[in-house]
């Protein structure tokens, strides 16, 4: 389970799903970017809902779309099903 591992483990998991999901360069590369700032983000906590959506939060005010598209993101990497 991923919550028993570290974040480093988790995260190049998560790059690994990236890479088997995203067809698109760009779409892969943005999605990288947003995990390294989510990974910047947690620190030394583990991933979880309530992190994850605290860090959408502080996009609320960009254009829209923006944070529903990192939203889909950060979904598509099973990060919202993390247990609280």
Request: glycine share 4%.
């Amino acid at each position: 389970m991923l919550k028993q591992k570290s974040n480093e483990e988790v995260f190049s998991h998560y790059n690994s799903e990236l890479v088997l999901r995203l067809r698109s360069a760009r779409d892969l590369g943005n999605t990288r970017n947003l995990l390294f700032k989510f990974r910047k983000y947690l620190g030394t906590n583990s991933p979880s809902p309530k992190l994850a959506k605290s860090l959408l939060a502080q996009y609320a005010d960009h254009k829209p779309g923006h944070s529903i598209a990192m939203l889909k993101r950060l979904a598509s990497l099973n990060i919202f099903t993390f247990p609280p």
